[in-house]
């Protein structure tokens, strides 16, 4: 009974009892009555933090939609008028412009002259193919022959669009090299459509082959060596080393490269504008479309066009990649 009543009398004086686990800790570590330590205001978790992503992503965002899709919604709008592209006034025309476009020969038959280059771009993929392939395997002079091959896609479009004028012209380059071989020839290469469409793709070829040769390089180079050596190994030539190595392993590019080659081929501006202006049948609906707009100012019918223009390459890369999907190659 004494006992009991002095330890009674010791929990009064010293206070309430704390379990072991809820002990109260003063100073630096200490403990919340429950056991728990206090949660700070970290910066991690404040509001900045979560918004930092966004403030960095700003000012890209703010230049992508003024300089991309506002002009484009803006295009839409325009085709939808008949605006001049200077006055104020604008009349709401329906789809008429686009009725034009599809109904009138002079407006779409420029299409066709994109086949042209399509095919220009089919042999422009083959060649940077052929020399991507040959130069990924250790051979003499391999890096001067990889500078050759791209440094035409390094020169300005303009330049090279002089520089081929005169190369086409009568009594140019072509011809003095031409009469230097004992071929003869008086044809104006520049002068009916045929041979001036043929001589601008030809253009195109020598300008963009390095950069699908630097693509098909990229990826060639991204192969692991082993398989290589795992093929010599097995008795695997070179073609068969291409045919069941290489190929596969560059199906991604080889689809990127064939929807620039579908796109370019159809916005064909720069070298045909420079060389001929769309004269001699060499017209591409881009340089028909600009024309439109500033040469006979019909804004709302170039900006239909260049609608067409876009829909048609989203349509065409829509259905290639319905057709080639873009499986993922897992090689090893």
């Known amino acids: 009974m004494t006992e009991t009543t002095d330890t009674a009398s010791r929990a009064t004086v010293a206070g309430p009892q704390r379990p072991p686990g809820k002990a109260r800790r003063t100073g630096r570590g200490a403990r919340h009555p429950e056991g728990r330590a206090p949660r700070g205001r970290s910066w991690r978790h404040s509001p900045l933090q979560r918004i930092t992503p966004?403030?960095?992503l700003a000012a890209p965002l703010a230049l992508l939609i003024t300089f991309?899709?506002?002009?484009?919604?803006?295009?839409?709008?325009y085709s939808f008028t008949d605006w001049?592209?200077?006055?104020?006034?604008?009349?709401?025309?329906?789809?008429?412009?686009?009725?034009q476009i599809f109904t009138r020969p002079e407006l779409f038959r420029v299409f066709f002259v994109s086949g042209y280059y399509l095919a220009a771009s089919v042999l422009q993929i083959a060649v940077a193919l052929y020399f991507a392939a040959v130069?990924?395997?250790?051979?003499?002079?391999?890096?001067?022959?990889?500078?050759?091959?791209f440094f035409p896609y390094l020169i300005n479009g303009v330049a090279i669009g002089f520089v081929f004028l005169y190369f086409f012209q009568d009594g140019g380059t072509?011809?003095?090299?031409?009469?230097?071989?004992?071929?003869?020839?008086?044809?104006?290469?520049?002068?009916?459509?045929t041979s001036a469409n043929v001589s601008l793709a030809g253009v195109s070829v020598w300008r963009f082959t390095g950069l699908n040769f630097?693509?098909?390089?990229?990826?060639?180079?991204?192969?692991?060596?082993?398989?290589?050596?795992?093929?010599?190994?097995?008795?695997?030539?070179?073609?068969?080393?291409?045919?069941h190595i290489i190929a596969p392993s560059i199906r991604p590019v080889l689809s990127l490269s064939i929807i620039l080659a579908i796109s370019g081929s159809l916005s064909v501006f720069e070298i045909p504008y420079i060389m001929t202006g769309g004269a001699t049948g060499t017209s591409t609906f881009v340089i028909q479309t600009v024309k439109l707009a500033f040469?006979?100012?019909?804004?709302?019918?170039?900006?239909?066009?260049?609608v067409v223009l876009l829909?048609?390459?989203?349509?065409?890369?829509?259905?290639?990649r319905r057709l080639v999907p873009d499986d993922k190659v897992d090689l090893v």
């Not at 991309?68 to 709008?77: H, K, L, R």
């Not at 001049?84 to 686009?98: C, F, I, Q």
């Not at 250790?138 to 890096?143: A, G, I, K, P």
């Not at 230097?180 to 044809?187: A, E, P």
């Open 54 to 56: 966004w403030l960095f």
């Open 68 to 77: 991309t899709y506002v002009p484009v919604a803006s295009m839409v709008s």
């Open 84 to 99: 001049d592209g200077v006055s104020p006034d604008r009349n709401a025309t329906g789809v008429d412009n686009y009725v």
């Open 135 to 149: 130069l990924s395997f250790d051979l003499r002079f391999r890096n001067f022959f990889k500078g050759v091959l």
């Open 174 to 193: 072509l011809d003095s090299v031409l009469a230097r071989l004992g071929v003869g020839t008086d044809h104006a290469w520049l002068g009916d459509p």
């Open 214 to 243: 630097v693509l098909f390089l990229g990826a060639i180079q991204s192969i692991p060596g082993e398989l290589y050596e795992a093929a010599e190994l097995d008795g695997a030539g070179k073609w068969q080393q291409f045919r």
């Open 295 to 306: 040469q006979f100012n019909k804004t709302g019918l170039a900006s239909a066009a260049a």
């Open 311 to 320: 829909a048609i390459i989203l349509l065409i890369t829509w259905i290639q």
